[in-house]
């Protein structure tokens, strides 16, 4: 394989070839065209759909490029969320420092919107500059009685991944303000991040079971709710790559137990439903699990069926951001007669890879951190026909002349729980079998 770089050699993998563990988990190869953002970047993806909060990024306005549009979540209340504000730093700034500035706009924008709390993140120039933004956030919480948290996030200090404990630990800070009471089986829903409104399908599922919902961070997310978190039985994460870090600072802290979930594909979403009834050993919650998941089935098989019978023998290629998303899309391609090809992801662990391979079948090409150059080959070489990613892989998919599924942070039609596969089937039809691509060979 020529076109990887050498020190990248052990971190791709062949299922059925090689049976060593796939390198993975460590910092990117500079030189590589890695598809991770930076530290800043995960950060706002996780914090921001708190919608009742306010944003401000500091830093050079660049950096606020990252907007609600990189990551529609919807609310149903307020959309604070959606406004993008910057401290706008300066060469002035830079070399006498931005704190002022910082403080005065912050207060500014806290009096004019009246959010519940303030996230103020840290960006590449902050940390070179060396501006106290957990002082100004102190005086802040000081002055407007709400709480103002430093999001310590400058792009440089790692990858997307880190900027997701960032986010973490800022969640944490809210988390055991308020104790409000609530039922005895309640579940708080981490890692879903109300995506074309994905987390009110959950909400309906959870509800049908008798299930209450306490907080959900952080789609239509509220820091009232983040806030009692702490009061909930069970903390279901979704999206692990991003959410585990917090479930584990509840559990050390709180005693909360967390289970790991998926709602993409109709396998891993039952999973999750029973799951939940198996956690609180209740006969009734699980009947109820099971005759919502008999009623979907029975509703969705036929128009599976219509599709598995036109998509049998096309070939796909995931690359995405968390790997356990990747094993969902696996499952969920082969139920409609596609085969996965190539599997990849950013930040996958040494267990995500394992199972990947024992899933693929023979041949999968399995990749860690891959870049432009690597995912362009092995489409070419595996004749995929359909690469499923995000927004930094379309260009490539489209460049090539193959059809593109966006499952990442843009999609504005729901791809999760069992409403989810549907819209997924039709999405992967419509872009496989598109006549566009005849004209691009
Ligand atoms: S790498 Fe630095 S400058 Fe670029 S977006 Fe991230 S924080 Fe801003």
């Not at 074309?196 to 209450?212: P, T």
């Not at 995405?320 to 409609?336: D, E, M, N, P, T």
Request: hydrophobic share 40%; net charge negative.
């Amino acid at each position: 394989m020529a076109h990887i770089l050498d020190e990248r050699q052990l971190q791709v993998s062949v299922a059925g070839t090689n049976e060593r563990t796939i390198d993975c988990n460590k910092a990117s190869l500079a030189g590589s065209v890695s598809q991770r953002a930076c530290v800043f970047c995960g950060s706002r993806v996780v914090l921001y759909p708190i919608s009742d909060a306010l944003h401000l990024i500091h830093g050079p306005i660049g950096c606020a490029a990252y907007t609600w549009d990189i990551r529609g979540s919807l609310s149903s209340g307020p959309e604070l969320h959606r406004l993008s504000f910057s401290t706008d730093l300066q060469e002035r700034d830079v070399i006498f420092g931005g704190e002022t500035k910082l403080y005065n706009a912050a207060l500014e924008l806290i009096n004019a919107h009246k959010p519940k709390a303030a996230f103020i993140y840290s960006t590449c120039i902050v940390g070179v500059i060396g501006d106290d933004v957990e002082r100004a956030c102190r005086m802040l919480e000081e002055e407007t009685g709400i709480p103002v948290i430093a999001v310590q996030a400058p792009g440089f200090q790692g990858s997307k991944k880190d900027g997701y404990k960032v986010a973490c630990e800022s969640i944490f800070k809210l988390v055991g303000r308020v104790n409000n009471p609530i039922p005895a089986k309640s579940i708080n829903i981490l890692g879903d991040f109300n995506l074309a409104g994905e987390l009110w399908i959950l909400l309906d599922y959870y509800k049908k079971m008798g299930v209450h919902v306490n907080a959900t961070i952080t789609g239509d997310g509220r820091v009232e709710a983040i806030s009692n978190a702490h009061n909930a039985a069970l903390n279901v994460v979704q999206c692990s790559g991003s959410m585990n870090y917090l479930a584990k600072l509840m559990k050390d802290e709180y005693n909360i137990p967390s289970m790991r979930v998926s709602y993409f594909g109709i396998e891993d979403m039952s999973d999750a439903l029973y799951d939940v009834a198996r956690f609180f050993k209740d006969d009734d919650m699980m009947d109820k699990a099971r005759e919502l998941v008999k009623e979907e089935i029975s509703r969705m098989m036929p128009a599976l069926a219509w599709y598995k019978e036109r998509l049998t023998g096309k070939k796909a290629a995931i690359y995405v951001g968390g790997a356990f998303k990747a094993i969902s899309l696996v499952k969920a391609l082969r139920l409609i007669g596609v085969q996965t090809v190539i599997v990849g992801s950013q930040t996958g662990t040494p267990e995500d890879y394992e199972l990947i391979k024992q899933l693929c079948d023979e041949g999968t090409i399995i990749v860690d951190d891959s870049n432009p150059v690597e995912l362009s080959h092995f489409v070419k070489e595996k004749q995929a026909d359909i690469f499923i990613g995000g927004v930094k892989e379309r260009p490539i998919a489209h460049k090539i002349g193959l059809g593109f599924c966006d499952h990442n942070h843009e999609r504005k039609e729901p791809l999760a729980g069992y409403e989810g596969m549907i819209n997924f089937a039709k999405e992967i039809y419509a872009t496989a079998m598109s006549p566009v691509w005849k004209f691009t060979k």
